[in-house]
């Protein structure tokens, strides 16, 4: 092992907040705090434009195209005035697969050591499809030393197509979280209140949330995050004529998202879609009583195949059993209670800062 280890980290990081950005953010902060023999370089790639897996694909490549002249330029100057032991690329697919093989062949040329850090949770999906997005996965694990995952089934996925360089590094939780939470251990949770945190678009679920909180009386609904003007008059639509039961927000500063946390009764995460969310691990941390889907890493994330999990899991799209789920924890108090409580020892036992930072210096020491 070196005495000194420069890493590149190429990770967005400002610009369209996601989560990946808090990851950067977390990772970039705890470092800051500690004594490490590590020398941590940033490349952000910072999205200008909000995007999701709906916009016109069309228009998803042209704002890529626009956004990445000046990160790949960025990148370039980084690796060709300095020296770097190794490169840790954050990747979220898609049409960025093409920048992340480029970026790959660019620091291999310098004698540079290659990560692949796959953030989302499609991959078990390419596989079933073998599409070009499958191809260019397969192409880019080939090409690198080492990819990280962030839940089993992708694991599992790429092994089966016979690749050996695979590592599972689970997301950390942010040690301000624990600080926001620790200060505010005052705040008392508000009865029938539900919150939503994330991008409010369609895959999120949220749509299949209004429509199943509609069914339940007395029932407070809070949705927090990025929302477009016709996103929102679409929710206000499902949720009828007497909607003041439902507020959305939009942003809010990142303090005042965990202390909504500490007092709603229920998250809920109905997502169609996910890697490793962080707002999963956030609403741990408050000891939330959480109901989402079995999607990506949240199964194992929450533990729910054990006999004392902490959350539960239902169908994607199946507004039914939500409303069921919903209504049954918010009638059983005692039993939502211990299932938060058992989430917030989980995340703090096994998803710590330093316990994750130590996996991911192991990895980056390996290839040294």
């Not at 499609?122 to 990819?147: F, G, H, M, T």
């Not at 600080?179 to 949770?189: L, M």
Request: proline residues 4%; contains cysteine.
């Amino acid at each position: 092992m070196k005495e000194d280890l420069h890493v590149l980290l190429v990770a967005p990081y400002g610009g369209v907040t996601g989560g990946i950005s808090r990851w950067t953010s977390h990772i970039l902060e705890y470092h800051k705090t500690i004594k490490s023999n590590v020398v941590l370089d940033l490349v952000s790639t910072g999205r200008s434009i909000f995007l999701n897996i709906n916009t016109n694909p069309l228009y998803r490549l042209y704002a890529a195209i626009k956004d990445y002249r000046g990160i790949l330029k960025n990148f370039i100057s980084h690796i060709n005035n300095n020296t770097y032991d190794v490169m840790h690329l954050t990747s979220s697919g898609s049409w960025s697969l093409f920048k992340d093989l480029y970026m790959i062949k660019k620091a291999k040329k310098k004698g540079i050591r290659t990560i692949i850090h796959f953030r989302f949770g499609r991959i078990p999906d390419l596989a079933k499809y073998n599409n070009w997005e499958w191809k260019c996965v397969k192409k880019v694990v080939s090409l690198v030393d080492k990819a990280i995952v962030i839940d089993e089934f992708t694991n599992q996925t790429l092994k089966d197509a016979g690749f050996n360089n695979i590592v599972f590094l689970p997301n950390p939780i942010s040690e301000n979280v624990r600080s926001i939470v620790e200060k505010n251990q005052n705040i008392k949770r508000e009865e029938q209140l539900l919150m939503f945190a994330g991008h409010v678009v369609l895959t999120k679920g949220v749509c299949e949330l209004v429509e199943a909180c509609k069914r339940i009386p007395n029932i407070k609904l809070k949705i927090v995050g990025h929302v477009l003007s016709d996103m929102k008059e679409q929710l206000q639509k499902l949720a009828g004529e007497n909607n003041d039961w439902m507020q959305i927000m939009g942003e809010e500063p990142y303090e005042d998202v965990i202390k909504d946390m500490l007092r709603c009764e229920l998250f809920v995460l109905p997502t169609y879609t996910e890697g490793f969310p962080n707002v999963i691990l956030e609403s741990m941390a408050c000891g939330c009583t959480i109901i989402t889907t079995p999607v990506g890493a949240i199964p194992s994330m929450l533990d729910v195949k054990s006999n004392t999990p902490s959350g539960v899991c239902v169908p994607v799209k199946n507004i039914d059993l939500l409303s069921e789920k919903i209504l049954y924890y918010l009638e059983h108090k005692n039993e939502a209670l211990e299932m938060g409580a058992r989430a917030k020892d989980r995340v703090n036992r096994e998803y710590s800062m330093p316990s994750v930072w130590n996996k991911m210096l192991n990895i980056w020491n390996s290839l040294t």
